[in-house]
């Protein structure tokens, strides 16, 4: 960080602590959590996934501190093309759920969801490119599959005209794996990075090694803005802005990330404030015909009483802020 950390009880002081309800399931999580920070700067989001360890989870808080304590840096865009993210729902349910996003020209399918078979994903897929003809289609497995289920899902895949494939298998030799037996077989699909960037001690591996076609990014998860654009600027490969299903305060941030990138060649995943049943501002940051826009966003005071969770809950994010500030210190 290029600024003090601020006291410990500086933060503890100006923390939030809220819990969205979410429309549909989102990687098993109905509720989210997140602590919000308010600064001089403006806000800032601590979210990190409740089963994260302290040093992991830490990097998170970084971003959050980051986001209350120095001004988002000088856009290059005022607005960032965002894709709809369509969790792992019924074929049937695909209509109703992408409804909420309006117009969206990029639309991001979750695939390869525990309990699920490659014949759902098939439906769920088909369904889209039904209902969204002209639309850029991509997958995400998180991981889902082997390489073997891999290669055959993403051959079947393929017939309805995916842009790319986000982290089909875990690791990183794995997607260079995926990648190479999809080429030998005369399938270019691209390959995307995510939790090989954003859960590996060495976020630019997988450029280094040319293990995928693009890197996911994003703020919270690797430690912030700054951190985020040096990574960008090392990083041979394309990247896309993803967000960490933040709340609009985390969403503004990753804008702002987005919107200081040199180059944007895709859209970004950063239209899930659609996912919320309810957020903690009275203009949540949502799309307007794919476009996300870039500014700050200043949670609402009532929301942030109504969206307060049981006093449990307030402790327990208050002593993760405060083991995942000893780690930060501990460099
Ligand atoms: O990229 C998107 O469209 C939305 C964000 C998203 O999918 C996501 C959100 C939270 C945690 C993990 C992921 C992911 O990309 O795997
Ligand atoms: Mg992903």
Redesign the pocket.
Known sequence: MSFELPPLEELLANSHVVRLPMRVRF?GVTQREALLINGPAGWGEFSAFTEYKPAEAARWLAAGIEAAYQPFPEPLRTSIPV?A?LPAVDAKDVGAVLERYDAPHTI?IKVAEKGQDLAQDLARVAETRRLYPQAALRV?A?MGWDINQAVQALKALSQYQLQYA?QPVPGITGLAEVREQLRNAGNPLKIAA?EAVRKHTDPLEVSRLGAADLM?IKAQPLGGIDAVLEIAKQAELDVVV????DTSVGLAQAAALASALPQLPYAC?LS?ATLFANDICAQPLLATAGYLPVRRVEPDHQKLETLRPREDRVQWWMKRLENCYAELTRG
């Open positions: 990687r894709n993210t991001k995400d998180n986000e995510d996911i993803s967000s960490a299903l995943g899930t």
